[in-house]
């Protein structure tokens, strides 16, 4: 579980691995890719000058995910994140739940980190709705175990 912003997931550079994709005239990602990288983890989706940079899908080999926007090779704007253990983290935006499972949703996040308006579920079904920053539940939330 990652809602207190000790346990963070890195990803890899994105110089690492094996590209498939589109290359700009200095041969740097740019454009629509994919990355394969040496720890087997996976990234696929937009670059602008070799970072990543738009939407895109980015999967570590120990279960992990996040899908939504990059920029300058950070997590960046609107997208969720599943973490390892079935904890989730999404932005309150366009959320409506059912039975306690996001359907739509945008979340939010600022150079990698949570930050604005998200709400988190846990693996056992609770789930805190509130204000982040830099990655730690901040100012007003409500916890609904």
Do not use: T
């Amino acid at each position: 579980m990652s809602d207190d912003g000790d346990e963070e997931i890195k990803e890899e550079a994105p110089s690492l691995g094996v590209y498939e994709g589109e290359r700009n005239e200095s041969k740097q990602r740019h454009g629509k890719g994919k990355n394969i990288f040496v720890n087997g983890d996976e990234y696929n989706g937009k670059y602008e000058f070799g970072q990543r940079n738009g939407y895109g899908v980015y999967k570590w080999k120990g279960g992990a995910r996040y899908v939504g926007e990059y920029k300058n090779d950070l997590r960046h704007g609107q997208g969720y994140f599943v973490y390892p253990d079935g904890s989730k983290y999404k932005g309150l935006a366009k959320i409506c739940f059912e039975k306690k499972k996001f359907k739509e949703s945008s979340g939010s996040f600022v150079e990698g980190k949570r930050d604005g308006q998200g709400s988190y579920l846990y693996p056992n079904g609770d789930l805190y709705q509130g204000e982040w920053k830099n990655d730690l539940k901040n100012g007003k939330g409500e916890d609904n175990i």
